[in-house]
T-cell receptor, first 116, second 116 residues
């Protein structure tokens, strides 16, 4: 069965410092990996995804993520965090097998707090 | 495109009453998902449809919950009778397996349900 782990409930970082949000996964076959962000009282917004190709994926708002197959990880990164990046971040995975088309498994979420 | 539309945005009802949540997916999307989000349980997938047909309803908590998708542009999630433990934010999302945004789920703003 597929699963996603976000080991940190909360990440605290000072504005201007690098931000990393960790995600590891377990899935059969080659994974499709996603990051979403949720601002207060809003729905989830798509940030980026890895399907195939280059292991470094660039997404919205200056975020990027690196797919590491050997470590089964897909960590989200931003070189210089902004206060406005404070939000709840979700990692998600979908196996590439045909019986799972469309359905994503979401992690528990990591709250990011960026202080001025 | 207006994105995924949900109504109402807020619903306050009394225990025992019937509640109906509504969703209009993005035009052309062939997958529709209903999620529930609470502090205790995080984001849970309740049910999802493909081409208006329910594919997986294993996340529906009990018989009090039902979902329908009578056509490609409309879905409902009904709770009858409602209970205080149903209080949560309910999200609708849609996606498509075709095109450059394949597998990316687009979320609506959510319906915040409070059952007194």
């Amino acid at each position: 069965a597929q699963s996603v782990a976000q080991p940190e409930d909360q990440v605290n970082v000072a504005e201007g410092n690098p931000l990393t949000v960790k995600c590891t996964y377990s899935v059969s076959g080659n994974p499709y990996l996603f990051w979403y962000v949720q601002y207060p009282n809003r729905g989830l917004q798509f940030l980026l995804k890895y399907i195939t190709g280059d292991n470094l994926v660039k997404g919205s708002y200056g975020f990027e993520a690196e797919f590491n197959k050997s470590q089964t990880s897909f960590h989200l990164k931003k070189p210089s965090a902004l206060v406005s990046d404070s939000a709840l971040y979700f990692c998600a995975v979908r196996p590439s097998t045909t019986d799972s088309w469309g359905k994503l498994q979401f992690g528990a979420g990591t709250q990011v707090v960026v202080t001025p | 495109d207006a994105g995924v539309i949900q109504s109402p945005r807020h619903e306050v009802t009394e225990m025992g009453q019937e509640v109906t949540l509504r969703c209009k997916p993005i035009s052309g999307h062939d997958y529709l998902f209903w999620y529930r989000q609470t502090m205790m349980r995080g984001l849970e997938l309740l049910i999802y449809f493909n081409n208006n047909v329910p594919i997986d309803d294993s996340g529906m908590p009990e018989d009090r919950f039902s979902a329908k998708m009578p056509n490609a542009s409309f879905s409902t999630l009904k709770i009858q009778p409602s209970e205080p433990r149903d209080s949560a934010v309910y999200f609708c999302a849609s996606s498509s397996l075709l095109g450059p945004s394949t597998d990316t789920q687009y979320f609506g703003p959510g319906t915040r349900l409070t059952v007194l």
